[in-house]
């Protein structure tokens, strides 16, 4: 590209890093990366009531967790307000704004009266100046608003990196207040400055700011500045085909982590949400580098299905070395009291569950029985603990006190105690997983009894 690639993520701190502007940052953060451009993080803070430093905090912690690291930032607005009435006071004397000294209750006087007439609702211009115009006199004592003298004739167009062709008619364009009677500027006159300073190339969002895209192409015609590509994304659709809320599950990134999701299937499974390279499901980080482009994302909804993330996160689980699984693991026990210095080794147990298991919450629970002897429920221990099984489990007992501690040697020895008391494998096999984890399924029992060590073992058959 003959102009570097600069790409921006503006999230409103009003609550926490959601799925749609996680999906909206991966796209800006990976067309930059793909060009070889740079990703700034902006923070639109300017709705002082619901912006709290926690919601910044929450977005920045959902981008590190992502690593979506940006080149950037994070720029806050609040910060930036000289600016933003530095170019309002350029724009006054440029003939480009004006003043506008309508009340409140006057605007929607003008829009019920336009109503009744069928009219759509909107500013009249009345403290428009026009050549030839006399304009109202100046009320006494009232703050005015700014306005931007948005053009009457013609239209707005732009080729959307996603939706094609859109075309507006100004007409359908009232003056857009761009500073508020105490001098604060909007939020579509700010995002124009942002843009414009910042230098952004591709602005890279939802779908729900397509209505805010032609004015913003006006204000920075005014201002006669280079306009960037749009692209806008479409929705993400729940499972039900309703929009994606949280009566869909977890709808913040970080409670995805919370929900033991590897940030890699997360990743993955965002990437594929609207965007397709041929028929791959399952890529890295680096192959949605090498291959992101905005040419072939959909511009018809998304739908967002729980279970193929579910089983994507299953694979990336299998593919993940088990001392790394086990570093997550031990914060999620540690957060349940379970101690782990007097079990086994973490990564050896994780290593018996990771292909098991979908979650890491599920391989935090699938572990947690050989740290902590969880007695079995009074179903499992009567149909499991019979006194012939108790008594097949003390003959084991006997045979695994002086046994070598290895799988193979663990084996013969199970088999051996079956063939000498005329038992089938489940029979013995199943009461001792009951008695040594509270638990009727496990994986291989030879490999349970070599992790959880000879003394573990003898302990809990005692």
Not at 34 to 55: M, N
Not at 154 to 181: F, H, S, T
Not at 285 to 295: A, G, K, P, S
Request: charged share 25%; net charge negative.
């Amino acid at each position: 590209m003959s102009t570097p690639v600069r790409t921006r993520f503006a999230p409103s701190p009003t609550g926490f890093l959601h799925i749609g502007g996680a999906r909206t940052a991966l796209f800006s953060w990976a067309y930059a990366r793909r060009h070889g451009g740079q990703f700034i993080l902006r923070i639109e803070d300017t709705d002082v009531a619901r912006s709290t430093p926690e919601a910044v905090q929450a977005i920045l912690d959902g981008m590190n967790w992502l690593e979506l690291t940006h080149d950037e930032g994070p720029f806050y607005q609040m910060q930036r307000m000289d600016r933003y009435k530095e170019v309002i006071g350029q724009m006054l004397a440029a003939g480009t704004a004006y003043y506008c000294y309508t009340q409140p209750e006057e605007l929607e006087a003008i829009r019920e009266a336009q109503r009744a007439r069928g009219e759509k609702p909107r500013y009249d211009g009345r403290w428009r100046p026009e050549a030839g115009k006399t304009l109202p006199a100046i009320p006494a004592g009232v703050q005015p608003v700014v306005r931007f003298k948005n053009p009457v004739d013609g239209v707005v167009a732009w080729d959307d990196l996603v939706k094609g062709r859109i075309e507006i008619a100004n007409a359908e364009l009232d003056d857009l207040v761009i500073a508020r009677a105490d001098g604060t500027p909007t939020y579509n006159f700010c995002v124009v400055v942002d843009d414009w300073d910042m230098g952004i190339t591709q602005v890279i969002r939802g779908d729900d700011h397509v209505n805010n895209t032609p004015r913003q192409i006006n204000i920075l015609a005014a201002l006669g500045a280079t306009l960037p590509q749009y692209a806008h994304l479409s929705m993400i659709l729940g499972d039900d085909g309703t929009k994606l809320s949280k009566r869909h599950g977890a709808v913040s990134v970080m409670q995805y982590h919370e929900e033991g999701y590897l940030k890699e299937a997360v990743i993955n499974y965002l990437a594929r949400l609207g965007w397709s390279h041929g028929d791959d499901e399952i890529f890295s980080r680096e192959q949605l580098v090498e291959w992101f482009d905005l040419d072939h994302i959909t511009p018809s909804a998304a739908q967002f299905n729980t279970e193929k993330l579910k089983w994507l996160n299953a694979h990336y689980i299998k593919q993940t070395e088990p001392a790394v699984l086990a570093a997550d693991v031990v914060t999620r026990l540690a957060a349940r009291g379970v101690d782990l210095a007097a079990g086994p080794d973490l990564a050896a147990v994780v290593a018996l569950y990771r292909e098991r298991v979908s979650t890491l919450v599920e391989l935090a629970d699938s572990v947690e029985p050989y740290y902590l002897h969880a007695q079995p429920g009074a179903e499992l221990t009567a149909q499991h603990l019979t006194e012939t099984a108790l008594s097949a489990l003390g003959v084991l007992a006997g045979k695994l006190a002086t046994a070598a501690w290895d799988k193979a040697a663990l084996s013969a020895i199970i088999k051996e105690t079956c063939t000498e008391l005329g038992l089938k494998m489940p029979q013995l096999a199943i009461p001792l997983r009951v008695k040594l984890l509270g638990v009727a399924q496990t994986p291989s029992i030879d490999a349970v009894l070599e992790v959880l060590g000879r003394e573990a073992v003898l302990a809990r058959l005692k």
